[in-house]
């Protein structure tokens, strides 16, 4: 079922790759730099359903670590950030996570096409001057995970088109005790 949700990630994984290939020098991105983790997130169900469909393979201990962490209540920060800087779910991460830093190609306040990526990043030349085959379609991306989102949600029964607080899809992982 979840199967379509991978194939887009994979894709995104190889487009981020192919970036990091060609313009290296204008990436800051590495394990530990944690500028674009320092909000709260929601994700859709097909990347809640992904999410603990990893963590389902992790031992006890992880899980349990994982849930109790996101039960921290600091808006500021990612509910996957660990302490050092690195996120707890990397190889579960939602697909904003996987895009992030890239420059990507969105729509402003009167609707026309811009190019930004993460303010670390980039910054000599701006993202524009990227490659044209290394800047994200935002609205693309974003067509593509609603259509892979609604044919889950379609499998599921869940209700379409629902954001989940990703705090909350960590937290229970493991039940809190009583």
Not at 99 to 125: Q, T, Y
């Amino acid at each position: 079922m979840l199967a379509r949700y991978h194939e887009l990630t994979d894709r995104i994984d190889a487009f981020f790759a192919r970036v990091a290939a060609r313009h290296a020098a204008d990436l800051r991105c590495a394990a530990g730099c944690d500028a674009c983790c320092r909000t709260r997130l929601t994700v859709t169900g097909v990347e809640a359903a992904a999410i603990r469909a990893w963590a389902a393979a992790r031992s006890d201990a992880e899980r349990a670590a994982i849930a109790t962490a996101a039960r921290t209540d600091d808006p500021t920060r990612c509910a996957a950030l660990d302490d050092g800087g690195r996120c707890r779910i990397y190889d579960a991460r939602p697909l904003v996570c996987r895009s992030h830093g890239v420059p990507v190609r969105m729509r402003d306040a009167r609707s026309l096409p811009v190019v930004h990526s993460c303010e670390l990043n980039f910054r000599a030349r701006g993202p524009a001057a990227a490659d044209p085959d290394c800047i994200l379609d935002q609205e693309l991306v974003s067509t593509m995970l609603g259509l892979v989102d609604r044919e889950h949600t379609s499998a599921t029964g869940a209700a379409d088109g629902v954001r989940h607080d990703l705090a909350e899809v960590l937290a229970a992982l493991v039940p809190e005790a009583r």
